[in-house]
């Protein structure tokens, strides 16, 4: 590392105190910033739009941590709060070229649009059951705790065949899986409990098939390939992960853009404007993962005027790289249902490792925001938008709470 990068590099604020101008002061950095990443790891980040479509097809940067020398060095803590994301098993997200392949043919024939379509009912009616459960008066309400967190897990609950008794508890790992906060101590726990639960709902599985995702997984063969109890193992990890907490900041972040545009709102609700069109905002707008961790460069990889060296790290800031206004214009910084790129946004990714959830994560928006607002169409927050507290989680943009007032 050079004084001149050490002297520039960008600090991420595991605190996660001002997300909006942080991605602003990556986005000046250019399109490659010096970072580092909580617990002091030196990593680069890209930050614009046509930057991070080019490298998310680049087959210089690969998924592969062997590849990173400061882990070769023995640089990274195996308690690094960031290192279940950073090197979270043997799956579809860990690997790449044939393997790659290999094990999202497998997994994309237990995925399928038919399977998602079908979740559509079950969704609806777990949406109209939590909003039954809502206070029927103008009380004021934290959203996420009572709908938009719920109703994720229980779709992949559903979805994975994973019992809801481990809902809990799982909400309590995932919490600790994401932070920046938890201890060193509880690190490691974590990732093995976590791991223990995915493992016994896939032996629960082999025992007994059902109509579920996990029972699909362990039946997918290609070429009579068939994925590994560890592959599934992860890729049940990793899609519970992915699938809940991107729906509930989509949700969260939707509303919180209605709030704060209440003349957006207000031809959302008469019709004029499609609901998809606020999903897709909001995706661009208030992307709900703010960095996603983490590429290795094989070798070096010129980025504009700056280079990636071999063996470094890339992450990718989808926070910064929404408000390209490259990409979406002079009035990128807005929330805008009419934009016209609304849709050209890369928030679930790019290229071979595109995210293969991203059709239930808006069939879900789309099916709880419209529902939600049916009851509700006065909904307002009940503190002001600067009141509103990010989680300490870098990664994610995840609120503590979603105050509001319901006024039925």
Same mark, same amino acid.
């Given at each position: 590392?050079?004084?001149?990068i050490?002297?520039?590099?960008? *600090?991420?604020?595991?605190?996660?105190?001002?997300?909006?101008?942080?991605?602003?002061?990556?986005?000046?950095?250019?399109?490659?910033? *010096?970072?580092?990443?909580p617990?002091?790891?030196p990593?680069?980040?890209?930050?614009?739009h046509a930057?991070?479509?080019?490298?998310?097809?680049?087959?210089?940067?690969?998924?592969d941590?062997d590849?990173?020398?400061?882990?070769?060095?023995g640089?990274i803590?195996a308690?690094?709060?960031?290192?279940g994301?950073?090197?979270?098993?043997?799956?579809?997200?860990?690997?790449?070229?044939?393997?790659h392949?290999?094990?999202?043919?497998?997994?994309?024939?237990?995925?399928?649009?038919r399977?998602?379509?079908?979740?559509?009912?079950?969704i609806t009616?777990?949406?109209?059951?939590?909003?039954?459960?809502?206070?029927?008066?103008a009380?004021?309400?934290?959203?996420?705790?009572a709908?938009?967190?719920?109703?994720?897990?229980?779709?992949?609950?559903?979805?994975?065949?994973?019992?809801?008794?481990?809902?809990?508890?799982?909400?309590v790992?995932f919490?600790?899986?994401?932070?920046?906060?938890?201890?060193?101590e509880e690190?490691?726990?974590?990732l093995v409990?976590?791991?223990?639960?995915?493992?016994e709902?896939?032996?629960?599985?082999?025992?007994?098939? @059902?109509?579920?995702?996990?029972?699909?997984?362990?039946?997918?063969?290609?070429? @009579?390939?068939?994925l590994?109890?560890a592959?599934i193992?992860?890729?049940?990890?990793?899609?519970?992960?992915?699938?809940h907490?991107?729906?509930?900041?989509?949700?969260?972040?939707?509303?919180?853009n209605l709030? !704060?545009?209440?003349?957006?709102?207000?031809?959302?609700?008469? @019709?004029e404007?499609?609901?998809?069109a606020?999903?897709?905002?909001?995706?661009?707008?208030?992307?709900?993962?703010?960095?996603?961790?983490?590429?290795f460069?094989?070798?070096?990889?010129?980025?504009?005027?700056?280079?990636?060296?071999?063996g470094d790290?890339?992450?990718?800031?989808?926070?910064?790289?929404?408000?390209?206004?490259? !990409?979406?214009?002079?009035t990128?910084?807005e929330?805008?249902?009419?934009?016209?790129t609304?849709?050209?946004h890369?928030?679930?990714?790019?290229?071979?490792?595109?995210?293969?959830?991203?059709?239930?994560?808006?069939l879900?928006?789309?099916?709880?925001?419209?529902?939600?607002? *049916?009851?509700?169409?006065?909904?307002?927050? *009940?503190?002001?938008?600067?009141?509103?507290?990010?989680?300490?989680?870098?990664?994610q943009?995840?609120?503590?709470?979603?105050?509001?007032k319901?006024?039925?």
């Amino acid at each position: 590392m050079t004084t001149d990068i050490a002297s520039t590099r960008i *600090a991420l604020d595991p605190f996660v105190t001002d997300l909006d101008g942080e991605s602003e002061r990556l986005r000046a950095a250019g399109p490659l910033a *010096a970072v580092e990443l909580p617990g002091g790891v030196p990593v680069w980040a890209v930050t614009r739009h046509a930057e991070a479509k080019a490298l998310l097809t680049d087959p210089r940067l690969v998924k592969d941590i062997d590849v990173w020398s400061a882990w070769r060095r023995g640089e990274i803590p195996a308690d690094w709060p960031l290192i279940g994301l950073a090197n979270p098993g043997r799956s579809m997200l860990t690997v790449d070229g044939a393997d790659h392949r290999r094990l999202r043919t497998l997994v994309a024939q237990a995925l399928t649009p038919r399977r998602v379509e079908q979740m559509r009912e079950r969704i609806t009616e777990l949406t109209e059951g939590l909003l039954d459960d809502l206070p029927a008066d103008a009380s004021e309400v934290d959203l996420k705790a009572a709908f938009a967190y719920p109703l994720p897990m229980f779709v992949v609950a559903d979805l994975m065949g994973i019992d809801e008794d481990r809902l809990p508890r799982l909400k309590v790992l995932f919490e600790k899986f994401f932070s920046t906060q938890t201890p060193p101590e509880e690190v490691i726990a974590t990732l093995v409990e976590l791991a223990g639960i995915m493992g016994e709902t896939v032996a629960a599985k082999r025992a007994e098939p @059902g109509d579920d995702l996990t029972s699909a997984l362990i039946l997918a063969s290609a070429d @009579g390939d068939h994925l590994t109890d560890a592959e599934i193992v992860s890729t049940l990890q990793l899609m519970v992960a992915a699938g809940h907490e991107t729906t509930i900041s989509l949700i969260v972040n939707s509303v919180v853009n209605l709030s !704060a545009h209440p003349e957006q709102r207000e031809r959302v609700l008469s @019709g004029e404007v499609d609901w998809s069109a606020v999903v897709e905002e909001t995706l661009r707008f208030s992307t709900p993962t703010s960095h996603v961790l983490i590429r290795f460069a094989t070798e070096d990889v010129p980025v504009g005027d700056q280079v990636i060296p071999a063996g470094d790290a890339l992450i990718v800031s989808y926070g910064a790289i929404g408000r390209d206004e490259r !990409a979406h214009g002079p009035t990128a910084g807005e929330f805008d249902v009419d934009r016209e790129t609304k849709n050209r946004h890369i928030s679930f990714g790019h290229g071979p490792h595109v995210c293969p959830g991203a059709a239930l994560s808006r069939l879900e928006a789309g099916v709880a925001l419209p529902a939600l607002y *049916a009851r509700f169409p006065d909904l307002d927050l *009940a503190v002001a938008p600067s009141e509103l507290r990010n989680k300490p989680v870098v990664t994610q943009n995840d609120l503590f709470e979603l105050p509001v007032k319901l006024k039925p």
